[in-house]
Nanobody
Framework: VQLQASGGGLVQAGGSLRLSCTAS????????VGWFRQAPGKEREFVAA????????IISESVKGRFTIFRDRAASTTYLQMNNLKPEDTAVYYC?????????????????WGQGTLVTVSS
């Protein structure tokens, strides 16, 4: 299984971006998906996760109210809508497929990871 994250780029503070995570196989449509990010010199940080059916989501407190996660199971794609971006959101964003049907904030709950997409927010 391969995950392809895309949609990153350079945006000004206050702007928006939508990240996409597409899986190579539809079989993971029954698995939870999570987004994590890693800023330079910092540890990987949980951002958001969603259950297999899109019915349950977990959002990190640091992005709650600004970021939304949703998925299109038919297209095997999960999205991270990021609004009101701040310079501290600058990081490489990774998507991952969970071992179970539900997402989690723990990186150990995921067994497939995408290559990451860079988001840079200028002040």
């Amino acid at each position: 299984v391969q995950l392809q994250a895309s949609g990153g780029g350079l945006v000004q503070a206050g702007g928006s971006l939508r990240l996409s995570c597409t899986a190579s196989k539809r079989t993971i449509s029954n698995n939870g998906v999570g987004w994590f990010r890693q800023a330079p010199g910092k540890e990987r940080e949980f951002v958001a996760a969603i259950a297999w059916n899109g019915g349950n989501t977990i959002i990190s407190e640091s992005v709650k109210g600004r970021f939304t996660i949703f998925r299109d199971r038919a297209a095997s794609t999960t999205y991270l809508q990021m609004n009101n971006l701040k310079p501290e959101d600058t990081a490489v964003y990774y998507c991952a497929s969970a071992r179970s049907a539900y997402g989690s904030s723990s990186p150990g709950s995921y067994n497939y990871w995408g290559q990451g997409t860079l988001v840079t927010v200028s002040s």
